[in-house]
């Protein structure tokens, strides 16, 4: 039972029946804002393109506390973890940026808030049948319809959705639904791939990624940062509504008597990010930010973890105040290279 | 070495001793820790060149060398200079008080392979505080080394710390200590100088000797040049890096310097690693 | 406007020895979209453009480049900066100099007569942006939309952006060198979005904000874009004291926001840039827009026009209303 077949009518079933976990779905609305957790009773659409801010939130918050305590140290409180959430319409990329996110929150020392909320995530992925103008998952290692990283994929057939477990977790949701489900038929396959080809055809954009990494150290100095930075504003949209960054800041915040040291979404775009308290930056102005963003993304995140930290969503493209357009850098690197 | 589950939630520790370094608007403050957990103090263990966030709950944490040697008994030092918030915070805090201590951090001098060698450290300010338990450590094992010189200077005499230590240290036979500072005083007979001009002087053989040095980036910069002058090899060098953290776990992403991160593979590094790391000296 | 005009009087100025560069608009890197343009020399010119697509306040960069610390062993250039502006965008520079906080001699000022810019979400909904690159223009009484090789006719009142719709000055308030002839100004509309606002008792005010700040991921855009946020040391990088939390919710994005917009009243010249780069899409130009009000309606005060003017928030005449005052 791995490739099941649900009929749209019955989508609102199908959600009906995953009560006990907290559900979250694609706000309403075109291309809503975020994943919110779903009402009880309310049935999300798939209708949309993507979300603007990624479902990275839903296992790293944007503020999330660490602990809270007493300042005399006695009493350190930790959050508890173990409300399982089931994410609805993940879009492959976003999931695969999650596959990415895992090898840093990992490595060497283990991070029990996200690691914790990954375990108790289940996402339930739904294939690019319209990629957005701005999309290039195929040019660093993904697509219209990978499944890395999710649990169970959906695919749009039309009048039905194809539903297929990836992992144990999807095995399980389509053993909880199995009486909504149809069994589907052998032409399915044959289906499937038309569509996933041209989902793939739709994607317009594109650049050779390959020698990007191998490249990158040897234009340190090159006068492209200079030129693809020059009209940056240094505010934290590319960061903040990329699904792979993941750096942070941790502050301790007390309101009345609550007090919690927490940490919250930081920007390697900000001036402050590495402003030292004696008035020296390593990375003074917007040149070397820029170029440490898309160094960390296709150069050091390569050499540390083998995968580009990038999975071509296109967010930070379309919501670049100033059309500061990484598929173009990425160009210009390759020329200049 | 047993640790918390989670790596962000920090020991508890109480100030035993502590004193002032200098003084001034950045005055340099020594706090001498102990775990209050006895379990922690008996499996704490950290080597020299290592950092611990210390901070006060409810203010905030600061990644700070731990200054003082594995050798010198079951505390920690730290050296803090006042600057931002988490160390004015520090500051404030007196013998009996409590601070919070997570680590240690990052890696470490790695003493056991320059066994049988000449140790020189070149401190500046308090870029001391990292050579301190190298010098200590070295202290407690002179059978092991070849040598240790010592070279440490500041604007004055006072901005000098560990000053309390020189009395002993000039009686150390087999310490070569030279002390400096920038501009001429009176009742002050050491070195007057740059430390860099210090060390040029002192012309060290470079033969099977490690160089050790922390200071202003300024400093650094000059006091590699001259090393280099005085034939030392890029591996023969040694420094530290100091970069803004917040984690200490190679996860918060602040600290990276190419794609070093300075709190997993720093703070310490040899010249030809440092020299490969694009931002290092920005 | 005449575009050969445009770009060979921009060559002249960026061939100037005494012109760092000039910031103008061109061509952006697919669809409708335009970046601003930084040239260097005559050759440069060659890429600027002024359309219906140049929403962007380019003023901005006065003072946000300015902010950029050099690299180490370059000498500041300390030539002049050359700027194209629209009406709205003119007044952010006399405002820049009511406030002292550019010099007069340190800029030089193309001035851009302006009919009326797209709303480019509008336009982006009705004419879905494409990979090629796309156009709009003027003509007499609306605009054409060039893509893929069509040109539809549009009305002006189809994609006319809220911002324009409210213009008062759409003519350069200030300019060195003025490109073509002014524009026939027009009935600014009523200010539905802040009439709204303003309609809403108390709770209904307050649900309405809370939708919108809690949205806010505090990525900072607003701030950075508008040309009159140029503190060197904001209160919202402070730590120390910590003015506004890190933490992301409605209190602290309410902090900010309002603390922003109490900021600029008396100084906001209503471009809308603010608005038009939030990834939120919280409607920062009813708030911004409503204290515009209030200093216009209670002071009879409208900022940057007068670059000789004084500042609304440092002058005081004996008759100012004081009834706000609790």
């Known amino acids: 039972m791995s490739a099941m077949l649900l009929n749209k009518e019955k989508w609102p079933d199908f959600v009906g029946r995953l009560t006990g976990k907290k559900l979250w779905a694609p706000q309403a609305g075109g291309d809503g804002m975020r994943f919110a957790p779903v009402a009880e009773g309310e049935v999300p659409a798939l209708d949309y393109g993507n979300t603007r801010v990624p479902p990275k939130q839903a296992v790293f918050p944007q503020t999330e506390t660490l602990f809270r305590f007493q300042v005399d140290g006695e009493k350190v409180e930790e959050p508890k973890l173990e409300e399982e959430a089931v994410l609805l319409g993940v879009r492959p990329c976003d999931a695969r940026a999650m596959v990415i996110v895992d090898k840093l929150f990992s490595w060497d020392e283990d991070d029990p808030y996200y690691l914790k909320r990954r375990e108790l995530v289940t996402l339930v992925g739904l294939a690019c049948t319209e990629p957005g103008l701005n999309c290039f998952c195929t040019s660093v290692g993904g697509g219209p319809a990978s499944t890395e990283g999710l649990d169970l994929v959906m695919i749009d057939l039309g009048e039905n959705y194809l539903l297929e477990a990836i992992t144990e977790k999807g095995q399980a949701l389509l053993a909880e639904t199995e009486d909504l489900l149809e069994e589907a038929k052998d032409d399915v396959a044959e289906q499937k791939e038309k569509i996933i080809n041209e989902s793939e055809q739709k994607i317009k954009r594109s650049v050779n990624t390959e020698d990007i990494p191998g490249g990158l150290p040897g234009l340190w100095e090159d006068p492209l940062w200079q030129r693809v930075s020059a009209s940056c504003l240094g505010c934290g949209t590319c960061t903040f509504l990329c699904p792979t960054c993941h750096c942070f800041d941790i502050q301790d915040e007390t309101e009345g008597f609550d007090s919690r040291r927490c940490r919250s979404w930081d920007s390697c775009m900000f001036a402050e990010y590495t402003l030292h308290t004696s008035g020296h930056n390593p990375r003074p102005s917007r040149r070397e930010r820029t170029r440490n963003r898309i160094n960390h993304k296709y150069n050091y995140y390569v050499d540390k973890f083998d995968v580009i930290a990038c999975v071509g969503c296109g967010r930070c493209i379309n919501l670049c105040p100033v059309n500061i357009d990484i598929v173009d850098i990425l160009k210009q690197v390759e020329e200049a290279l | 070495m047993k640790t918390n589950e989670n790596p962000y939630i920090p020991y508890n520790a109480t100030v035993e001793d502590t004193w002032f370094e200098t003084g001034g608007e950045r005055a340099i403050k020594t706090f001498k820790v102990v775990f209050d957990d006895e379990e922690v103090r008996k499996n704490w263990s950290h080597r020299p060149g290592q950092c611990a966030m210390i901070g006060v709950l409810g203010i905030g944490e600061s990644m700070i060398s731990i200054s003082c040697s594995p050798t010198e008994g079951d505390f920690l030092r730290f050296s803090v200079m006042r600057m931002g918030k988490v160390t004015q915070a520090l500051h404030q805090l007196e013998t009996g008080d409590k601070m919070t201590v997570r680590g240690p951090y990052g890696n470490s001098f790695p003493l056991e392979e320059w066994e049988g060698k000449q140790i020189l450290t070149i401190g500046g300010g308090i870029g001391q505080a990292p050579m301190r338990p190298i010098v200590e450590y070295v202290k407690a094992n002179y059978d092991n080394y070849a040598g240790l010189t010592m070279i440490y200077g500041a604007r004055t005499s006072g901005d000098l710390c560990f000053k309390n230590e020189f009395e002993d240290m000039a009686k150390d036979k087999e310490l070569s200590c030279h002390l400096t500072i920038d501009i001429e005083e009176e009742q002050w007979d050491h070195n007057v100088g740059f430390v860099p001009q210090v060390l040029l002087d002192l012309n060290p053989s470079p033969e099977n000797t490690i160089a050790i040095t922390c200071g202003p980036p300024i400093m650094i910069r000059f006091v590699l040049e001259n090393l280099k002058k005085l034939g030392f090899e890029d591996d023969q060098i040694y420094t530290t890096l100091e970069n803004r953290m917040k984690c200490g776990i190679g996860k918060c992403g602040r600290c990276n310097a190419g794609g070093m991160y300075v709190c997993k593979d720093g703070p310490v590094f040899d010249y030809a690693t440092l020299k490969a790391i694009p931002e290092a000296f920005a | ?326």
């Open chain 3, 1 to 326: 406007m005449d575009l050969e005009k445009l770009r060979e009087t921009a060559a002249e100025v960026a061939a100037r020895e005494d012109v760092k560069y000039l910031i103008g608009w061109k061509k952006g890197t697919y669809g409708y979209r335009v970046a601003p343009g930084f040239i260097e020399d005559a050759d440069g010119a060659a890429e600027l453009i002024f359309s219906p697509l140049c929403t962007a306040n380019l003023a901005t960069y006065l003072t946000l480049v300015e902010k950029l610390p050099l690299p180490r062993g370059e000498e500041p250039d300390d030539r002049k900066t050359a700027l194209m502006v629209k009406g709205c965008d003119s007044r952010a520079v006399a405002q820049l100099l009511v406030e002292k906080g550019i010099d007069r001699e340190n800029v030089v000022v193309i001035g851009c007569p302006c009919p009326g810019m797209v709303d480019p979400e509008l336009l982006a909904e009705k004419y879905p942006e494409t990979e090629e690159p796309a156009e709009v223009k003027w003509t007499d009484d609306g605009f054409i939309v060039i893509r893929d090789g069509e040109e539809t006719s549009v009305s002006r009142d189809e994609l006319l952006a809220e911002k324009c719709r409210l213009c008062r000055y759409p003519n350069p308030v200030i300019s060195d060198i003025m490109l073509g002839e002014p524009v026939e100004t027009w009935e600014p509309a009523e200010d539905e979005g802040v009439n709204e606002v303003e309609n809403k008792d108390v709770d209904e005010r307050e649900a309405y904000w809370e939708e919108q700040f809690s949205n806010c991921v505090r990525c900072y855009s607003c701030r950075n874009v508008c040309p009159l946020c140029y503190c060197q040391d904001c209160i919202l990088d402070r730590l120390n004291p910590t003015w506004v939390n890190r933490s992301v919710n409605f209190s602290e994005n309410t902090a900010f926001n309002i603390a922003r917009a109490f900021h600029l009243a008396g100084r906001c010249i209503e471009c809308g840039e603010c608005e038009r780069v939030c990834p939120a899409n919280i409607p920062l130009g009813k708030l911004n827009r409503k204290l515009a009000r209030e200093v216009r309606d209670k002071y009879g005060f409208e900022p940057g026009l007068d670059p000789e003017a004084e500042p609304f928030q440092a002058s005081y005449k004996p008759d100012d209303p004081e009834d706000f005052i609790l």
